[in-house]
């Protein structure tokens, strides 16, 4: 074992195991107060730094079924397209749908967003990994399946693979200063590796190491299904919230070793 990670297990053993974590006076809205927590018992606030959270491992908290590997903003969106006269609201108002819990807040998120790799929804929009390891959502209007589309879609964007949203892969190809996807994967998760803390019952019982992994192994778990894009961009809210995650069964096959080992 090196030293940082045996620094970690050491961390997590007087700090962090068998203990419950505390939210008291978090906002009860914020899903990741427990991972605030969790960071401050490792020495730090959580930030959006793109590196790794400790001395070059990435680290991840228990959650229930999927887990995250970044929020990761992408190098394009159509509604940043000066030449196309297309703003955000607009966006979320033709490409996305209404929420009836949320006042018909327009959000692009579920069904009508691609998760996978050359997958197609019934809005006519799909998401394509092209040879240069760039992701790519496209619309196309006439796989478009609703039945408003002629009204809901203006007529200067009634196209076949029209860019929607594009992640530039490698840092070489990248046209703005926003950040490649492998800048992103690289700095976080393929210096010493990743750990996660588990929990049972309400308390962290297990921390458990991963292997540093490559930007060309991400992406070739996201080409075989491992990865999925988790859009949740909404009105009202700057933020596009494009998150890339797994679910927790594919996140344990990535662990190797645990600690303590009696558990």
Known sequence: MDEIKKKLVSIFM???YLKSPNVEGSNPNHDGASGDWLHLQFGQEKDSANK?????YECKNDTSSKTTWGDWTANYYIFEDQNLEINRPQFLNIF???NIKKNNRYSWSGTEVPSYHEQITPFGQFMFVDKLSDISIFYDFEMDQR???ETIVPSHLHKRNLLLAKWTGYKINKTTRKTSLEEKVENKFNQKGFFKCKMENGVYKEIIFGEPISFETWIEYLKKGDI???SGMYDGNPRPYSQW???NTFWDKLLLDSYPKNT
């Open 228 to 230: 999925y894009f988790d």
């Open 245 to 247: 995650r797994s679910n």
């Open 96 to 98: 996305g749908t209404p």
């Open 147 to 149: 039945d408003a589309k």
């Open 14 to 16: 007087d700090k962090v």
């Open 52 to 56: 790794a959270d400790f001395w070059g």
